[in-house]
Protein backbone atom coordinates (compact mmCIF):
# COMPACT_ATOMS: atom_id res chain seq x y z
CA UNK A 1 0.00 0.00 0.00
CA UNK A 2 1.59 3.52 -1.24
CA UNK A 3 1.67 6.06 1.43
CA UNK A 4 2.70 9.79 1.46
CA UNK A 5 3.24 11.59 4.33
CA UNK A 6 3.78 15.22 4.06
CA UNK A 7 5.47 17.51 6.92
CA UNK A 8 7.25 20.96 7.83
CA UNK A 9 4.22 23.46 7.22
CA UNK A 10 3.78 26.11 9.47
CA UNK A 11 3.00 29.88 10.54
CA UNK A 12 5.83 32.39 8.86
CA UNK A 13 6.41 35.77 8.09
CA UNK A 14 6.69 37.02 4.52
CA UNK A 15 10.12 36.71 2.81
CA UNK A 16 11.14 33.67 5.31
CA UNK A 17 11.77 30.37 3.70
CA UNK A 18 10.26 26.95 4.66
CA UNK A 19 11.13 23.35 3.18
CA UNK A 20 8.18 20.93 2.99
CA UNK A 21 8.97 16.85 3.07
CA UNK A 22 7.28 14.08 1.76
CA UNK A 23 7.84 10.71 3.00
CA UNK A 24 6.54 7.66 0.05
CA UNK A 25 6.08 3.95 1.47
CA UNK A 26 5.06 1.27 -0.16
CA UNK A 27 6.82 1.73 -3.65
CA UNK A 28 10.05 2.85 -4.92
CA UNK A 29 9.92 6.46 -5.18
CA UNK A 30 11.46 6.36 -8.43
CA UNK A 31 9.14 4.70 -10.21
CA UNK A 32 6.66 8.09 -9.59
CA UNK A 33 6.39 11.03 -10.90
CA UNK A 34 5.85 13.46 -7.83
CA UNK A 35 4.64 16.82 -7.81
CA UNK A 36 3.33 19.40 -5.31
CA UNK A 37 -0.22 21.17 -5.42
CA UNK A 38 -1.43 23.27 -3.05
CA UNK A 39 -5.38 24.44 -2.18
CA UNK A 40 -5.70 27.93 -1.05
CA UNK A 41 -8.41 29.23 1.35
CA UNK A 42 -10.83 30.11 -1.32
CA UNK A 43 -10.56 26.15 -2.17
CA UNK A 44 -8.78 26.39 -5.48
CA UNK A 45 -5.99 23.42 -5.87
CA UNK A 46 -3.39 24.86 -8.27
CA UNK A 47 0.14 22.87 -9.41
CA UNK A 48 3.26 23.96 -7.49
CA UNK A 49 6.33 22.12 -8.94
CA UNK A 50 7.27 18.44 -9.72
CA UNK A 51 9.83 16.10 -10.76
CA UNK A 52 9.97 13.50 -13.27
CA UNK A 53 10.22 9.51 -12.29
CA UNK A 54 13.86 9.64 -13.59
CA UNK A 55 15.06 13.25 -11.90
CA UNK A 56 15.68 14.64 -15.28
CA UNK A 57 13.12 17.08 -15.21
CA UNK A 58 11.49 19.71 -12.61
CA UNK A 59 8.60 21.72 -13.81
CA UNK A 60 6.93 25.33 -11.72
CA UNK A 61 3.84 27.10 -11.67
CA UNK A 62 5.25 30.45 -13.29
CA UNK A 63 4.07 31.80 -10.23
CA UNK A 64 6.63 30.26 -7.36
CA UNK A 65 9.66 29.73 -10.55
CA UNK A 66 12.82 31.01 -9.06
CA UNK A 67 11.32 31.23 -5.58
CA UNK A 68 10.77 27.17 -4.67
CA UNK A 69 12.85 24.33 -5.95
CA UNK A 70 11.34 20.87 -5.57
CA UNK A 71 13.84 17.81 -4.85
CA UNK A 72 14.01 13.85 -4.23
CA UNK A 73 16.26 12.10 -2.16
CA UNK A 74 15.71 8.14 -3.25
CA UNK A 75 17.87 6.89 -0.20
CA UNK A 76 15.28 9.01 1.96
CA UNK A 77 12.07 7.60 0.06
CA UNK A 78 11.47 11.47 0.00
CA UNK A 79 10.62 15.02 -1.88
CA UNK A 80 10.99 18.20 -0.96
CA UNK A 81 10.06 21.53 -1.38
CA UNK A 82 12.21 24.18 -0.66
CA UNK A 83 10.07 27.55 -0.64
CA UNK A 84 12.05 30.89 -0.23
CA UNK A 85 10.53 34.63 -0.34
CA UNK A 86 7.52 33.32 0.99
CA UNK A 87 4.26 35.67 0.27
CA UNK A 88 1.18 36.17 1.92
CA UNK A 89 -0.45 34.65 -1.95
CA UNK A 90 1.75 31.07 -1.15
CA UNK A 91 -0.73 30.46 2.43
CA UNK A 92 -2.38 26.86 1.39
CA UNK A 93 -2.77 23.13 1.85
CA UNK A 94 0.22 22.15 0.56
CA UNK A 95 0.33 17.87 -0.47
CA UNK A 96 2.20 15.74 -2.26
CA UNK A 97 1.31 13.61 -4.72
CA UNK A 98 2.49 10.48 -6.87
CA UNK A 99 1.99 9.76 -10.45
CA UNK A 100 2.78 5.94 -11.81
CA UNK A 101 2.67 7.07 -15.62
CA UNK A 102 5.50 7.24 -17.89
CA UNK A 103 4.67 10.43 -19.24
CA UNK A 104 4.25 13.64 -16.22
CA UNK A 105 1.57 15.80 -16.61
CA UNK A 106 0.52 18.29 -14.66
CA UNK A 107 -2.72 17.87 -13.87
CA UNK A 108 -4.05 16.63 -10.37
CA UNK A 109 -6.78 14.03 -11.96
CA UNK A 110 -3.32 11.88 -13.05
CA UNK A 111 -1.24 11.97 -10.21
CA UNK A 112 -2.73 8.46 -8.21
CA UNK A 113 -1.45 8.75 -5.13
CA UNK A 114 -2.00 11.90 -2.66
CA UNK A 115 -0.58 12.79 1.28
CA UNK A 116 -3.14 14.40 3.44
CA UNK A 117 -1.34 18.09 3.36
CA UNK A 118 0.44 20.72 5.42
CA UNK A 119 -0.29 23.81 6.35
CA UNK A 120 1.62 26.80 5.28
CA UNK A 121 0.66 30.16 6.57
CA UNK A 122 2.12 33.10 5.30
CA UNK A 123 1.69 36.37 7.27
CA UNK A 124 2.68 39.11 9.36
Known amino acids: QVQLVESGGGLVQPGASLTLSCVVT????????MAWFRQNPRNEREFVAA????????TYADSVKGRFTISRDIAERSVYLQMDSLRPEDTAVYYC?????????????????WGQGTQVTVSS
Open 97 to 113: AADVSYQLFIAAATFDY
Open 26 to 33: GRPIRTFN
Open 51 to 58: ITWDGHNR
